[in-house]
């Protein structure tokens, strides 16, 4: 008997330190996260960032571009989903295809059944993340005095162009992610170039729809779902 109580209290110590550290280690709730406002944020932005890394085949570069009733309202597809040749991914003084250009992807949209004023997104796939930030960097142009940051940074760097050259209410919009580039024309209606929120919508949705393919995951992102996320 005499060696019970020593034994019984060295257990009983032993079991108050294990749970002790059960909950300093036990995660934070989850409930919690999410009623913050930063954590929603934060969230965003990550889900945002998560570069596109594979080799995606040219199937799932296709099905990333949007279809009908997937840009803007007003805005339909105009013929199929085209094949992109490299030469396309540059900029229009040359007639080859960047460094390290694997392959691409493109479609074309009228507005309201007229192809005055249009739409284009266009996919460009690299063979390596410094490879695609070269193209980024040539595709967009160097009129940096037009050059305007989107309302939320998407993917790893974009930036919009306001009526480049010599055009007239038109938004040029650039992003890259990873290995991939993508550009998107939006020529007219925005406001002499002003109003980029479509241009950026469509952006943020179609990278999106990258990263939902590449996670072989179902493609369900919309430009209208963003933009009408933005403007929340």
Same mark, same amino acid.
């Given at each position: 008997? #005499? ?30 996260? !999410? ?15 998560? #570069?596109?890394?594979? *080799?995606?085949? $040219? ?10 009733? +997937? ?10 989903k085209s094949v992109t040749k490299g030469e396309y991914c540059n900029t ?21 059944? !007229? ?14 993340? +410094? ?6 960097? /040539?595709?967009?142009?160097? +009129? !940096?005095?037009?050059? $305007? ?17 010599? !055009?007239?209410? *038109?938004? *040029? ?26 241009? +950026? /919508?469509?952006?943020? /949705?179609?990278?999106?729809?990258? $990263? ?10 919309? /430009? ?7 403007? $929340?």
């Amino acid at each position: 008997m #005499p060696r019970t109580r020593p034994l019984l209290a060295s257990a009983l110590i032993a079991m108050a330190t294990l749970t002790a550290c059960s909950d300093d280690q036990r995660p934070a709730s989850s409930g919690a996260a !999410s009623d913050s406002p930063k954590g929603d944020k934060a969230a965003a932005a990550s889900d945002t960032a998560k #570069p596109i890394t594979k *080799n995606l085949p $040219q199937a799932a570069i296709t099905q990333a571009l949007l279809n009908d009733g +997937e840009l803007l309202p007003g805005y339909e597809l105009l013929d199929d989903k085209s094949v992109t040749k490299g030469e396309y991914c540059n900029t229009t003084d040359t007639d080859q295809a960047p460094t390290g250009w694997v392959r691409g992807g493109d479609a074309d949209y009228t507005y309201d059944g !007229s192809t005055r004023n249009m739409a284009s997104v266009r996919i460009c796939l690299y063979d390596s993340a +410094e490879n695609a930030q070269a193209a980024y960097a /040539a595709w967009k142009g160097t +009129e !940096s005095d037009k050059e $305007q940051k989107p309302s939320a940074q998407i993917g790893d760097e974009s930036v919009l162009v306001l009526n480049p050259g010599f !055009s007239e209410d *038109n938004v *040029n919009g650039y992003a890259r992610s990873g290995k991939a580039v993508i550009r998107v024309r939006m020529d007219g209606h925005t406001v002499d170039g002003t109003d980029t929120t479509g241009a +950026e /919508a469509t952006l943020s /949705a179609t990278l999106k729809r990258l $990263q939902q393919v590449q996670a072989g995951e179902p493609v369900t992102v919309t /430009a209208v779902d963003e933009q009408r996320a933005a403007a $929340q």
